[in-house]
């Protein structure tokens, strides 16, 4: 008898046995191709990127540290200009508005919205004379897509990246199409563009301006407090 009972003994063990290697296994699958769909998905953002080569000072992107300046070109003429600063962990958003006039490198005072996002040291070098730093620089220029589309809703800042991250494949896809009309500066990865998807811009810190008696739109006077808490 003492031999059944062993046999009867050891059939639950090895159901057990074969559904931990049957799980594990499947987890396996899971994770590689969770693994190989987002390793696909870097692969094509990457390539997608243009990366910009500009001869910008390390020396004046170090001031900046991590501060992230994106500046996102849409539809209908729209601009929208942040700076990202990351602090323990958390992401403080300064907008700063398209109209802030800054001293280009030939001299002349002109709006943030009149220079050319695809060549952006003259831009990172005015902000730095107002005392706003900038360490990476992040351009997208979508001025040529369709408002209704996805990349136009998301130019116009109708759709926000965060509203997309409960779906991934189509974050994914969204993701490889902005990339193709993405400009990277130096010095900057292409985990600053997915990067964003977790930043909340619903509130943004306002850069107070106003206007001089030449009409450029200039910072106003407690802006320097402003920039100091921020950055």
């Known amino acids: 008898m003492a031999p059944r009972r062993r046999r009867w003994i050891h059939r639950p063990r090895r159901a057990l046995t074969w559904g931990l290697l049957i799980g594990g296994a499947t987890l396996c699958c899971l994770v590689a191709a969770a693994a190989a769909f987002f390793g696909v998905t870097w692969y094509r953002i990457n390539h997608a990127v243009h990366h910009v080569s500009v001869a910008v000072s390390p020396a004046l992107l170090a001031s900046g540290r991590n501060d992230l300046l994106t500046m996102v070109k849409g539809p209908h003429g729209s601009e929208q200009i942040y ?33 050319d ?82 930043v909340p811009l619903t509130t943004p810190v306002h850069v107070p301006t106003q206007t001089d008696p030449q009409g450029h739109v200039v910072l106003a006077a407690p802006a320097s407090g402003v920039l100091r808490r921020f950055l």
């Open 83 to 115: 700076i990202f600063h990351t602090v323990g962990g958390h992401t403080n958003v300064l907008l700063l508005p398209s109209s802030l006039a800054v001293t280009g490198t030939g001299g002349r005072t002109e709006p943030l919205s009149s220079f």
């Open 117 to 198: 996002i695809h060549t952006p040291t003259p831009i990172i070098t005015g902000l730095a004379r107002l005392g706003i730093p900038v360490g990476r620089y992040l351009g997208v220029d979508l001025h040529a897509v369709n408002p209704q589309s996805s990349l136009g809703q998301l130019a116009d800042g109708k759709t926000s990246m965060t509203t997309l991250i409960s779906h991934p494949a189509g974050t994914a896809s969204l993701l490889e199409a902005v990339a193709s009309h993405v400009y990277l500066g130096p010095g900057t990865s292409v985990s600053a563009l997915l990067s964003l998807m977790h």
